[in-house]
């Protein structure tokens, strides 16, 4: 049973019971690649994503975000077709701490 979520970029992990209101997609993802990294979390053509590389590649997308000067409560949207990457961009943008705008490109 998980009982300590990661709070966010800064490392700190805190209780499951002190953070109700921190329980987002990004800190479940943040969690099972935690718990699980090496579990798969997606398969797209044939190629198999695990919650690690998903995890590390958020990251990633999350730290170029804020070195364009993408802060906490920005709104960032993605206009990304059904691929993984579309997972990994709206997941580095709830790591930027912004909020996702996803767009139809239809």
């Known amino acids: 049973?998980?009982?300590q979520l990661d709070?966010?970029?800064d490392g700190r992990s805190i209780p499951l019971r002190e953070c109700p209101m921190h329980?987002?997609?990004g800190s479940i993802l943040q969690a099972n690649a935690n718990e699980q990294?090496?579990?798969p979390v997606m398969r797209a053509g044939g190629e198999t994503?695990?919650?690690g590389e998903l995890d590390r590649?958020?990251?990633?997308?999350?730290?170029r975000l804020h070195e364009r000067g993408?802060?906490?409560g920005s709104k960032v949207a993605l206009l990304v077709p059904n691929v993984p990457e579309f997972t990994?961009?709206?997941?580095g943008a709830l790591y930027a701490g912004a909020t996702v705008v996803p767009i139809n490109a239809r």
């Open 37 to 39: 990294s090496d579990a």
């Open 7 to 9: 709070s966010g970029t």
């Open 49 to 51: 994503i695990s919650y």
């Open 23 to 25: 329980l987002n997609l």
């Open 70 to 72: 993408v802060v906490p």
């Open 1 to 3: 049973v998980m009982d």
């Open 57 to 63: 590649a958020a990251r990633g997308i999350a730290t």
């Open 88 to 91: 990994m961009a709206y997941f």
